[in-house]
């Protein structure tokens, strides 16, 4: 009691923060409850909750046996491994390529420039990637000067993961590679000389001493990679993606922003974003564990 | 490591600054495009063949339009307060957040982490938040937009990770010196913390910038529709298993159309399960469900089926009673009487007529209707040879090109204009994407006949030359096709089989018999196999052309099929020209004939070409036909031609209400409504599934169009089927369509693009079109199409209510051809139409007006409402600008994109036809409907008028 007292400042310091938690997270995962229920617009959120009836798993039954279901899943994760394949690689290939560059200016200009992308708002990378594939467009006017035929890219569903996952890395490589090369800058350099007294060449200090350092980096933002597998950015899905590519583009988290926020299919949408939710959790809880064991690397 | 670089390590700084300069490249140049792109004049990027490397045309336009549009200045005010506001909030809250977690002597500290950090992990998900959120007052406001989101987990740990690093001891003297946790925070906590500071605050600003969704959902909301929906359902009937027929067609060439009869009917028995909704208004809940729909149950012959009824073998008068009396049965309304392969009573003979006579007689004492076919198999406009024969007028005439030789019989040819010129194969061989054509002219130079004899050698020889069909063709009884651009023509026809049939059954014009059907009209079918170097022709072109646009056409010949100098503006003239006189020295005649005599004029054109109008031609027939034959099979290089048949229908469909307004009122109900909307509805149908054979041995069964009757075993269930599409039929000829958009269609454009050497460039804007129009339905936006020419005489007519109203969009598609910038052609007579509505632009403006360039200047002011190209764009705005008036969704969530709808204002409230258009889908239909009334569903399968319940 006298430490309460006396630290009382701090108390009231931490009462907003953790008021703003348990009110804008942990309240809507009691709103969770609602995908066993059938929501009326009758009542409000609360109403809802106490007022409308059980329906168990109904919602879960519907989704899984939907149409959608299969589509949306498959296209989920197949952006997500894509994901995990391309962008996930690429900053640690740059910044292992810039750590090898000698010439101090021109790495920073690298760096600043790649950078950059990260800044630009997700409604304006979309208006570029819109720009650039529309069928006068850079890419479409390469295509045309080489002869071939043009192409409406956003139109063809057969083009929207590619686009969308190098979008990414065109985005995201700069940025996502400070974290990399935060990390090589604290290898400690007595390693390095160390392996060149025993003749060790560049590729193999890339090999035997960088990457091992970085590996528990890489380790960590692996499984909140996978964690996060099901999560798809909804913003630049809705950006990009239009019925013509549902297809292919359509994903759960737009799904659920489609159904629940323009439709209104609240318990329905509420069931399919905590199927979401569960497998997420379960991934990264499986990822944290057989990260542990093998890498003796985790976020817990 | 300076010292000595091995040779390996060389090539591999080499590589890798080489690998990082592209990737600095490729990282800032489509940045750089875009910027060079919005400096410069957006028809020269279109036109623009590589990469840009400075501004084209330097312009500051794109900007100016952009800061006009209020939303934007607003826009960036508002970004600019979220982010200041926003991030304060931010780096307040993770300040105080991190300073106490960092507190070793904080009681339960490792709780309100793990309470933290659980967040990061496993959330309510999207909905709860929105829910939540919303309850609590954080919805359209900018608090929403800024207080949910006041701090990051993620972001609050690096800074609290940060506070670790700081010595206790430094918190420890503070105290003692009388200073509280605040003080300590700000004073020397957050000078300390600046670097972390830094970095976070970055973050946070730089998220609270982007920042999309949470105004789209906390601003975007949608409007909030009871759910007063019916779901509808798709049963999966029984699929009959029938091999794939095919039957090859006899003229048209080499034209092979894949049918599988039974499927059709499968599909529209499928389709058929959708229902009528009737929507009735608040006044009427008294008469709830009676007066409106009266006759929904068995609607009389006038909403019925007709069928074209293929006479083709010796005509018996007791056989054709025996079939009228089927067709009556199972519920057919008539008849079309129609001449076709395998005929062998002779056409036009008195015995032909007897039998005419006959069927009409019989009909009438039936209450069916019995249509006259004016031609002797198709199409029409030959009388069974007898026009041609009439003279060399008479017969069908095209303007050809060829090159070095003539390949046809000299007899035939009158020489125009010859020329001699260097070919060059050059890259334009991409542009042609057809190797046989694949090259420009140079030095093209007038030449005499003379001169072309002699002169040979690397140079071409082009030849410009009138042909007109010799009298030996076997599809026209060894006789030609006529020239319906002459005059002459229709006047003969109409005396020689018209005429004749007045004398026949004249007394019935106007009741037993309501009209005439006129069929496959054309202009340009030239059977010979040399279609790519014909265009339509007749001898007064020249000097028509000249009395109207003051320069001789003959002088520019080449230009109707290179690509040269001027030549959009050539070819808009000529094709003009040509639309215009065929539909006046053809069907303004016939039309006005009919008009005289009692009857309606039907009828429809030959489909396949874009250079031709057809829409033009609705406006003289008293009930425009469907679909121009063909469209569909005749591209049918490409398979699905069902969707596209769906969309000529509805292209002529809309043009009646389009043209007709203020003029004649569209036809009330009686049979167009079954040739355009109960058959056609269902896609299939067309007039492909509606012919009956009167005979089907020998050749005749393989006739074209499925066959429908007697012969076939499930002939005796037809009537269910008639009965449905007589349903249908009856509840869209109630009341007047509700429409909100007309589409201009692109004549121009196609014009301007065609070129007989490579006859697919005009059908781009078709498609373009095509897709438009698709994507309109899927987004149930029901739409009139109109026509330039049409607008640009009744246009005053039209005023500024196009749409019937006050919720008016019109929307065009200037740049039909946006993949090919040389072709944006644009008539200056829609800019008067422009000033009036609303109009909605997509894609680039147009390059041209009226075939001359410089068009994107004079549409300066309407670009207001430009849209980038795309049609997701097209969509999102128009959804923006006018709600959709029913909002449609499958219940599992599907984008119920094959799904269209149909909506007619009719006494007592409104009517909403539902249809699934997919031939492979369910689909279970959450139907949203804003008016409130008494909701009726109606089952046009078995005619129940179904519950009616109310909805609010």
Known sequence: MRALRKHKYVYFMMLPVMVYFIVFYYVPMAGLALAFKDYTLKYGLIGNLFETPFVGFKHFEAFFSSVAFKQVLTNTILLSLYGIIFSFPAPIILALLLNELRVKWFKNTVQSITYMPHFISLVVISGIIIDLTSLNGLINTIIGALGGQKITFLLEPAYFRTIFVASEVWQQVGWSSIIYLAAIAGIDSDMYEAAVMDGAGRWRKIVSITLPSLLPTIMVLLILRIGQMLNIGVEKIILLYQPMTYETADVISSYVFRQGILNLQISYTTAVGLFNSVINFALLVCANRLSKKMTQNSLW | ?952
């Open chain 2, 1 to 952: 490591m300076v010292a000595k670089r091995s040779l390996g390590d060389i090539v591999f700084d080499t590589v890798n600054i080489v690998f990082l300069t592209l990737l600095v490249v490729a990282t800032l140049y489509p940045c750089l495009y875009v910027l060079l792109a919005s400096l410069s004049e957006p028809a020269e990027v279109a036109r623009a063949q590589g990469l840009l490397f400075i501004p084209k045309k330097l312009q500051l336009g794109s900007y100016a339009l952009a800061f006009d549009n209020p939303n934007i200045i607003s826009g960036y005010i508002n970004t600019i307060v979220y982010v200041g506001l926003g991030t304060a909030l931010n780096l307040l809250m993770t300040l105080m957040g991190a300073y106490g977690l960092s507190r070793k002597y904080l009681y339960g500290r490792n709780l309100f982490m793990f309470v933290i950090v659980f967040t990061m992990f496993f959330s309510g998900g999207l909905i709860p938040m929105y829910l939540t959120y919303k309850s609590l007052g954080f919805y359209d406001n900018m608090a929403a937009m800024i207080v949910p989101y006041a701090i990051n987990a993620f972001y609050l740990i690096i800074l609290r990770t940060f506070f670790l690093t700081i010595p206790d001891s430094l918190e420890e003297s503070a105290k003692i010196d009388g200073a509280n946790d605040f003080t300590i925070l700000f004073r020397i906590m957050v000078p300390l913390a600046l670097p972390a500071m830094a970095v976070v605050t970055l973050y946070y600003a730089v998220d609270n910038w982007n920042t999309y969704l949470r105004g789209v959902i906390f601003f975007a909301g949608p409007r909030l529709v009871s759910d007063s929906g019916h779901p509808a359902r798709d049963t999966d009937s029984k699929r009959h298993e029938l091999a794939e027929r095919r039957h090859h067609v006899g003229g048209g060439g080499k034209r092979e159309v894949r049918h599988d009869r039974h499927r059709d009917l499968a599909d529209i028995v499928r389709v058929s399960v959708f229902a009528a909704l009737l929507r009735e208004g608040r006044h009427d809940r008294r008469r709830e469900g009676l007066r409106p729909m009266d006759d929904f149950k068995s609607p009389s012959s006038r909403y019925r089926p007709v069928a074209f009824w293929s006479w083709n073998d010796k005509l018996e008068a007791a056989e054709l009673v025996r079939q009228i009396r089927e067709m009556d049965e199972q519920g057919w309304g008539g008849f079309f009487m129609h001449a076709r392969a395998g005929l062998e009573t002779p056409y036009l003979s008195e015995e032909w007529f007897d039998c005419v006579e006959t069927c009409v007689n019989e009909a009438k004492s039936r209450g069916m209707q019995a249509w006259i076919y004016d031609e002797d198999t198709w199409p029409s406009g030959w009388a069974g040879g007898l026009i041609p024969r009439l003279g060399e007028e008479y017969r069908e005439k095209h303007l050809f090109l060829a090159e070095n030789e003539i390949p046809h019989h000299p007899d035939d040819i009158r020489m125009l204009k010859i020329y001699k010129a260097n070919r060059r194969y050059a890259a334009e061989a991409a542009y042609y994407r057809d190797r046989s054509s694949a090259y420009r002219l140079e030095n093209i130079a007038e030449i005499t006949q003379e001169e072309a004899i002699r002169e040979h050698g690397d140079e071409v020889i082009l030849y410009f030359y009138q042909w007109t069909a010799p009298l030996t063709n076997p599809r026209y009884r060894g006789a030609s096709y006529v020239d319906l651009l002459n005059p002459k023509v229709a006047e003969a026809f109409i005396a020689s089989t018209h005429e004749r049939y007045k004398e026949a059954i004249g007394a019935e014009f106007g009741a037993t018999v309501p009209g005439s059907f006129t069929d496959d009209l054309t202009v340009l079918w030239n059977i010979w196999g040399r279609k790519k170097q014909a265009l339509p022709w007749t001898t007064s072109i020249p000097e028509r052309f000249i009395a109207r646009y003051g320069y001789d056409l003959l002088d520019c010949l080449p230009q109707l099929y290179f690509p040269l100098e001027g030549c959009e503006r050539v070819r808009i003239h000529f094709h003009d020209l040509v639309n215009d006189l065929f539909v006046e020295s053809y069907t303004k005649i016939l039309h006005e004939w009919c008009e005289r005599n009692g009857l309606k004029s039907t009828g429809h054109l030959m489909g396949g070409d874009p250079i031709m109008s057809y829409m033009r031609h609705f406006e003289y027939m008293q009930v425009p036909g469907d679909r121009p034959s063909g469209a569909g099979e005749r591209s049918a290089a490409r398979p699905a031609p069902a969707r596209q048949r769906r969309l000529s229908i509805r292209q002529g469909r809309r043009t009646l209400r389009n043209v007709r307004r203020g003029r004649a009122k569209p036809d009330d109900g009686g049979p167009e409504m079954d040739l355009q909307l109960a058959v056609p509805e269902q896609r299939h149908g067309a007039d492909a599934t509606l012919v009956l054979l009167f005979a089907s041995g020998g050749s005749r069964k393989r006739d074209h169009p499925p066959n429908l009757f007697y012969q076939q075993p499930w002939w005796g269930d037809n009537r269910l089927m008639a009965d449905y599409q007589a349903r249908v039929s009856y509840a869209l000829s109630q009341g007047v369509r509700v429409k909100d958009v007309l589409v201009l269609h692109v004549q121009d454009s196609a014009f301007a693009a065609h070129t007989p050497l490579r006859p697919e460039a005009g059908g781009l804007a078709a498609k373009k079109l095509e897709k438009v129009l698709r994507r309109l339905l899927e987004a149930r936006y029901d739409f009139d199409l109109g026509d330039e020419s049409i607008l640009a005489r009744h246009g005053s007519v039209e005023g500024g209510r196009a749409g019937g109203g006050a919720r008016t969009v019109s929307l065009r598609r200037h740049s039909a051809c946006a993949d090919d910038p040389r072709e944006h052609v644009d008539a200056a007579g829609c800019l008067h139409e422009g000033r009036r509505r609303r109009d909605l632009f997509q894609g680039e403006p147009p390059a041209m007006v009226d075939g001359l360039p410089g068009g994107g200047r004079a549409y300066e002011a309407l670009l207001q409402g430009a849209l980038p190209a795309g049609l997701h764009h097209l969509e999102a705005l128009l959804r923006s600008k006018l709600p959709p008036r029913i909002r449609i969704e499958e219940t599992n969530g599907g984008a119920a994109a094959s799904i269209y709808c149909h909506q007619r204002r009719v006494d007592s409230g409104y009517l909403y036809f539902i249809i699934n258009h997919g031939r492979t889908n369910a689909a279970e239909l959450l139907v949203r409907i804003p008016e409130q009334g008494r909701l009726r569903v109606m089952n046009a399968e078995n005619g129940g008028g179904g519950g009616s319940r109310r909805c609010a």
